[in-house]
């Protein structure tokens, strides 16, 4: 399997599952400057009606959850393709406007960047070296952003990633890989007397030894060490160091020249505030990309880890994530068509049965959306997301996390 696809897929299921997408056929090209760079601009502006801004429980009775957002982003991506090298600079602005008075302390503003580095001296399963940079900063609100799963309310988070990889392929059958990478996850308003909210700092080092028998099989032992320092502990009786290991097995490569997928298992071990607590289970990474036509792709990802609960004190959770998407191109590529299913689970375990009972969370949504290219230049879309969130230990949170919500979005694209 290509190195930057099995290192870039790892870093995507770390962080979340992801909407499926398209080839656009029709699309801006961007600016060219000279003979290898590319400038893209992009402005869009839209309306989302929202259903639930507060993520208020079943139980609530307040009859203004529901509001209007107006939301302005532009953002800006830079290309560049060398002859062994090439790299990417994106960056964004948000600015997200409600319209009741009693929700106007929740406009914010986001930014953010993301920078991509790929180097290799070789193409394909030739000899040679590889390696990928990456580094990324997110200022967001969580309070409504649509690709977070059951984002925490009123905690704006700040999120700087680092991460970087080297693979050497001995042959066309053996390759090996070294990566390492740092999260520094914080959120701002973490006190805040709606609830308080745990982030942190997770270092990661892994290893990926792989033997391709054939061009269509590529078996992998994979393994990683991961280290944890949690903030919001201040004054408490409990360490905010954690860490754990996992090691995983399985195949990867392509089955046809239309479908490629990677599938790992195995075992994690969780050590939670210095041994307080262990949790060891069965853990999995999977990936799926069925390419059915020219205008049709489908893709599936799965993923499941430990680490530090960021909503509970005290407390460790299993994170189970599966997205399954399908994309469609119509009306001579002008038209797209994208839908995706994802499903959350987090088991959250206690450090002490008397702090409080353990519980599990389900968040279910489901997304679908159209974007139709009028010219080169303009475009609209709309989409409509439902999410779902089930406690399966209600009675012992007060039904905090049950709650139904919609939320509808149209708005206008400039790009170039």
Same mark, same amino acid.
């Given at each position: 399997?290509k190195?930057?696809?099995?290192?870039?897929?790892s870093a995507?299921?770390? +962080?979340?599952?992801? !909407?499926v997408?398209?080839? !656009?056929?029709d699309?801006?090209?961007g600016?060219?400057i000279?003979?290898?760079?590319t400038?893209r601009?992009?402005?869009?502006?839209s309306?989302?009606?929202?259903?639930n !801004?507060?993520a208020?429980?079943?139980?609530?009775? %307040?009859? %203004? &959850?529901d509001?209007?957002l107006w939301?302005?982003?532009?953002?800006l991506w830079?290309?560049?393709?060398?002859e062994?090298?090439s790299?990417s600079?994106?960056?964004? *602005?948000?600015y997200?406007q409600y319209f &009741?008075?009693?929700?106007?302390?929740y406009?914010?503003?986001?930014?953010?960047e993301?920078f991509h580095?790929?180097w290799?001296?070789?193409?394909?399963a030739e000899?040679?070296?590889?390696? $990928?940079?990456?580094?990324?900063f997110h200022? $967001?609100t969580?309070a409504d /952003?649509?690709?977070?799963d059951?984002?925490?309310?009123?905690?704006?988070?700040?999120q700087?990633?680092?991460?970087?990889? #080297?693979q050497?392929?001995?042959?066309e059958?053996?390759?090996? /890989?070294?990566?390492? +990478?740092? *999260?520094w996850? /914080?959120y701002?308003?973490?006190?805040?007397?709606q609830?308080?909210?745990?982030?942190w700092?997770?270092?990661n080092v892994?290893?990926?030894l792989g033997f391709?028998?054939?061009?269509?099989t /590529?078996?992998i032992?994979?393994?990683?060490y991961m280290? =944890?320092s949690?903030?919001?502990?201040?004054?408490?009786t409990?360490?905010?160091?954690?860490?754990g290991?996992?090691?995983q097995a399985?195949?990867?490569?392509?089955?046809?020249?239309?479908?490629?997928?990677r599938?790992?298992?195995?075992?994690s071990?969780?050590?939670?505030? %210095?041994?307080l607590?262990t949790?060891?289970?069965?853990v999995?990474t999977v990936s799926?990309?069925?390419? #059915?036509?020219?205008?049709?792709?489908?893709?599936?990802l799965?993923?499941?880890?430990y680490?530090?609960?960021?909503?509970q =004190?005290?407390?460790?959770s299993?994170?189970?994530?599966?997205?399954w998407g399908?994309?469609?191109?119509? !009306?001579?590529?002008k038209l797209?068509a994208t839908?995706d $299913?994802?499903y959350?689970?987090?088991?959250?375990?206690y450090?002490?049965?008397?702090?409080s009972? %353990?519980?599990i969370?389900? #968040?279910?949504?489901g997304?679908?959306?159209l974007?139709y290219? #009028?010219?080169?230049?303009?475009s609209v879309?709309?989409?409509?997301?439902?999410? &779902?969130?089930?406690n399966?230990?209600?009675?012992?949170?007060?039904?905090a996390?049950d709650y139904?919500?919609w939320r509808?979005?149209a708005g206008?694209k400039l790009? =170039?």
């Amino acid at each position: 399997m290509k190195f930057s696809k099995v290192f870039l897929f790892s870093a995507i299921c770390a +962080s979340a599952c992801q !909407v499926v997408v398209a080839e !656009v056929l029709d699309r801006p090209s961007g600016i060219k400057i000279g003979e290898r760079m590319t400038l893209r601009p992009y402005v869009s502006t839209s309306i989302t009606y929202d259903s639930n !801004v507060d993520a208020n429980s079943g139980r609530s009775t %307040d009859s %203004d &959850k529901d509001d209007f957002l107006w939301t302005i982003s532009p953002s800006l991506w830079l290309n560049y393709n060398a002859e062994s090298w090439s790299a990417s600079l994106s960056g964004f *602005y948000n600015y997200r406007q409600y319209f &009741k008075r009693c929700h106007r302390n929740y406009n914010r503003h986001e930014y953010g960047e993301d920078f991509h580095w790929n180097w290799a001296n070789s193409t394909g399963a030739e000899k040679g070296w590889s390696l $990928i940079l990456g580094q990324s900063f997110h200022q $967001i609100t969580m309070a409504d /952003d649509m690709l977070v799963d059951a984002g925490p309310y009123n905690a704006d988070a700040r999120q700087l990633q680092v991460a970087g990889a #080297i693979q050497r392929r001995f042959n066309e059958h053996w390759h090996a /890989d070294i990566n390492a +990478s740092y *999260y520094w996850l /914080d959120y701002e308003n973490d006190t805040s007397a709606q609830r308080a909210f745990y982030g942190w700092d997770r270092w990661n080092v892994g290893t990926e030894l792989g033997f391709a028998p054939s061009r269509w099989t /590529d078996i992998i032992l994979s393994g990683a060490y991961m280290g =944890y320092s949690q903030d919001n502990m201040d004054g408490s009786t409990y360490s905010g160091d954690s860490d754990g290991f996992s090691v995983q097995a399985g195949l990867g490569s392509y089955m046809t020249e239309r479908i490629s997928y990677r599938v790992l298992a195995g075992w994690s071990r969780f050590s939670y505030a %210095d041994d307080l607590t262990t949790d060891d289970g069965f853990v999995y990474t999977v990936s799926g990309n069925w390419k #059915i036509g020219e205008t049709w792709n489908t893709m599936l990802l799965a993923t499941s880890y430990y680490q530090p609960s960021e909503r509970q =004190y005290a407390s460790s959770s299993r994170i189970d994530a599966i997205s399954w998407g399908i994309a469609k191109l119509m !009306v001579r590529g002008k038209l797209r068509a994208t839908f995706d $299913i994802r499903y959350r689970r987090e088991t959250h375990d206690y450090a002490r049965a008397n702090l409080s009972p %353990d519980y599990i969370l389900n #968040i279910w949504t489901g997304r679908l959306g159209l974007d139709y290219s #009028i010219c080169r230049l303009l475009s609209v879309f709309t989409y409509a997301e439902y999410q &779902k969130s089930m406690n399966d230990e209600s009675r012992n949170c007060n039904g905090a996390y049950d709650y139904d919500r919609w939320r509808i979005t149209a708005g206008v694209k400039l790009s =170039y």
